[in-house]
């Protein structure tokens, strides 16, 4: 991937310094770009919104802000066991994270659909085609902002074409080191 970009931060919530890459397909993606553009890069973004601090496990799409409560659900042990569960790729993993930690102090609408555009997906690579389907098309009823509702139409696609390729996901770790 292009224009490769690295951000230093300090992790907000254990003081630890973090190194993140900014794939160069998280420059602005405007709503009218959504149909338009490959699917991959696209579907790496979303879980490129999110990071990990190697030393603490603290996901979120800045490690180096913390909402006030994000330290202690941190150490939540639902948020430790989904931190390192096998049952998903890693990616994935620290996404769910970064949702549990919205959750507990209280999700807005955003997080929850960001969520539920990740279940979509896994439902997908895992051959559920019909609830990928009724779940991508759950989402879309509540109309969500324009990038998830982007996603969301592409699932349908690769739905419809029984399209279970996990290539995104791989792009993603190949683009984004997490
Ligand atoms: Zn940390």
Redesign the pocket.
């Known amino acids: 991937m292009t224009g490769l970009r690295f951000l230093n931060t300090t992790?907000a919530?254990?003081?630890?310094p973090?190194r993140f890459s900014i794939p160069g397909a998280a420059a602005p993606i405007g709503s009218r770009d959504l149909d338009t553009r490959p699917a991959e890069p696209l579907r790496s973004t979303i879980y490129a919104w999110v990071r990990r601090?190697p030393?603490?496990?603290?996901c979120s799409p800045d490690?180096g802000r913390a909402p006030d409560g994000a330290a202690d659900a941190v150490k939540l042990p639902r948020y430790r066991e989904q931190l390192d569960s096998r049952r998903f790729p890693r990616v994935a993993n620290t996404f769910l994270c970064w949702s549990i930690i919205q959750e507990d102090l209280g999700a807005p609408a955003h997080a929850a659909w960001a969520d539920e555009a990740l279940l979509v997906d896994i439902l997908r690579r895992a051959g559920r085609l019909r609830e990928a389907r009724t779940e991508a098309l759950r989402v879309l009823e509540g109309d969500p902002d324009p990038l998830i509702a982007g996603i969301m139409r592409l699932q349908i696609r690769l739905i419809t074409a029984s399209d279970r390729a996990a290539h995104t996901v791989a792009e993603a770790r190949r683009s984004v080191p997490l």
Not at 55 to 58: A, E, I, Q, V
């Open positions: 992790c919530v254990c003081g630890e973090c601090c030393s603490c496990g603290y490690p």
